[in-house]
């Protein structure tokens, strides 16, 4: 689950995930926005997805994020990580892990 500062940003953000230390995506988060909302893209190893269940009082975005990478990525371990960028701003998203391996 992720949550972020959807209804409520005050610029375009920034965050970075990476799995055992290797860069998987950015995240970009938009200039306050309302409505339909989704977010991800693909590459040829990784693919993302943002898919939100819910809006609170201030349009800030909650919903369930989705992420794709090779199983022998996690073979030894499996270390997640998403830092923001140095943007100076209290713009926030914050991450609520569950690893949930599928194998197709």
Not at 9 to 18: L, P, Q
Request: glycine share 6%.
């Amino acid at each position: 689950m992720i949550d972020h500062s959807y209804g409520t940003s005050r610029a375009e953000r920034h965050f970075e995930g990476s799995l055992n230390s290797k860069q998987l995506f950015t995240i970009t988060t938009p200039k306050r926005q309302s409505g339909t909302y989704k977010l991800g893209k693909q590459t040829d190893s990784v693919s993302w997805q943002f898919v939100p269940d819910q809006c609170d009082v201030n349009g800030d975005a909650f919903g369930w994020f989705y992420i794709k990478v090779p199983t022998q990525w996690l073979k030894d371990s499996a270390h997640f990580q998403v830092l923001g960028k140095e943007e100076q701003s209290r713009d926030w998203l914050m991450v609520l892990s569950m690893l949930v391996p599928w194998v197709l």
